[in-house]
């Protein structure tokens, strides 16, 4: 294993190429599903058919040349690229106006310890580093990626245990479901997580690269007897794309405080769904995890709020 290390605050990350824990997969049949395994920086990227439909930077991304200040630091557990149907690069990384912003990734800009409040959103004081690879699997039918991370306060103590599993499934009449599910378990008392002021952006952050003609819908149904659909669609058209692709995000109303908000930063090409509530801060307790889950829908096109609400239906009605 080897490991360069830069000085960052509040002491030194280690650049680690971790390549013990990376196992390309035995050799697949022709066609389908594989998930390649890169020694060298611990990406792990999604194909099918041999097109790319997302890379999971499992070790640490290093900050690219020209890219400074307080927030340009280097950073692990996050999806990008994701991919349109045509080889689109759809989400954004390291960008000059918010460099901590990295694709898809789970974190919250509110992280307190004994009395202390750190930033894993803006990788201030607190970072998730690699632990192992759980699972990789890949056929004719789908792939599913598993890994253990560990949350470092101040790179040092480790306080809470994450798995991230991601499950792709085949594209169907130009859409393609992505399935998220985040575990987060305390390893020590006392951890509590949070929005940005308990009010506004924290959890299943979504930053996208920039869109020509871009719309933002969000939807969550008005409280009733009947199960709340909570969904939304960013559509536009992507850096070298050529029409418009919709990047859905559907809400599992099994997750705790359910519905979460909305939020968008439409000059940023961002939109997400929040967790915990508005105005409160969730606990995360030893032995008992917190599970949270989300599916995006890449599509050809734009959807209207018709096909959304089936396409959250679907979600949900699985077991």
Known sequence: MKASCRATWPGLICL??????????????????????????????????????????????????????????????????????????????????????RGIYWAWPEVTWKGDKRDLHALQGVFARPVRILRQAADGQGAVLSAENVWKWGDADDIVREQATLRVAPAQQGRRAIDFEFKFEALVEGVTLARREKN??????????????????????????????????????????????????LQDARNRDYPGDWIQFPNLDWLQPTFPAQGTVYELKPGTPLTLRYRLVVADGELDGAALQQLWREYNARP
Do not use: M
């Not at 060298?40 to 041999?50: E, L, N, S």
């Not at 499992?58 to 557990?77: E, H, K, L, W």
């Not at 990008?80 to 990384?93: C, I, Q, R």
């Open 200 to 249: 506004h952006y924290g959890g299943f952050n979504i930053r996208l690269s920039a869109r020509a003609q871009q719309k933002i819908v969000t939807h969550t149904d008005a409280a009733g007897p009947a199960a709340r659909a909570a969904w939304a669609c960013l559509s536009g058209i992507p850096p070298a794309g050529k029409q418009p692709v919709s990047l859905c995000i």
């Open 16 to 101: 680690t190429l971790l390549s013990p824990l990376i196992k390309p997969l035995a050799a697949e049949p022709a066609g389908g599903f594989k998930i390649v395994a890169d020694q060298a920086t611990g990406r792990y990227t999604i194909t099918d058919h041999g097109q790319p439909v997302l890379t999971y930077n499992f070790a640490t991304v290093p900050v690219p040349a020209g890219v400074t200040g307080i927030y340009a630091v280097a950073r692990s557990d996050y999806v990008h690229p994701l991919y349109g149907p045509h080889g689109e690069v759809l989400t954004k990384d390291y960008s000059p106006d918010h460099p901590h912003h």
